[in-house]
């Protein structure tokens, strides 16, 4: 795939134009990351010491809740959010995943599996943080990370 750039101080507004030379699956992905990241939201947030912070989604690699708190864990540190798990879930982008009744996380940080006997995935993050997937939700997280 060839990617070119063009820059020119005479554009308005900016616009981004994909060419290809027939419709397929990897430009249909690289369109949803694209349309993701664009229209991600961001999170009012705060840290242990009460002090306000403004998270974009496409920082955070995981969604805990943990002692009936959420926490947002970022590469800069631990956040908690005052919502619900559930309706996080309703505004993430696609390469969120489920892989608990208490954790979303976000593929794009995996940096690999380790595939237990009794059917619980180790995943460890890229910043070698780590949780486990839970046994009822192993069959989406196969399908998603086509495993």
């Known amino acids: 795939m060839k990617i070119q750039v063009d820059y020119s101080e005479q554009m308005t507004h900016d616009e981004l134009l994909i060419t290809c030379n027939k419709h397929n699956h990897d430009i249909d992905k690289l369109l949803t990351l694209i ?7 961001s999170y009012q947030v705060r840290d242990l010491n009460n002090d306000i912070y403004f998270i974009a989604q496409h920082d ?6 943990e002692n009936r708190l959420l926490k947002i864990y970022t590469l800069k540190g631990t956040f908690i959010l005052n919502e619900r798990l ?18 979303i996380i976000n593929t ?6 380790v595939l237990n006997k009794n059917g619980i995935i180790e995943i460890i993050f890229t910043n070698n943080d780590s949780t486990y997937s839970s046994r ?6 196969k399908e998603a990370l086509k495993l």
Request: hydrophobic residues 35%; proline residues 2%; without cysteine.
């Open 86 to 103: 559930y309706k996080v879930k309703e505004h993430l982008a696609s390469h969120f995943l489920q892989i608990s009744k208490s954790e």
């Open 35 to 41: 349309n993701d990241f664009y229209n991600q939201p």
């Open 108 to 113: 794009m940080f995996i940096d690999h599996l």
């Open 60 to 65: 955070i690699y995981s969604f805990r809740f």
């Open 136 to 141: 009822r939700y192993l069959k989406s997280i």
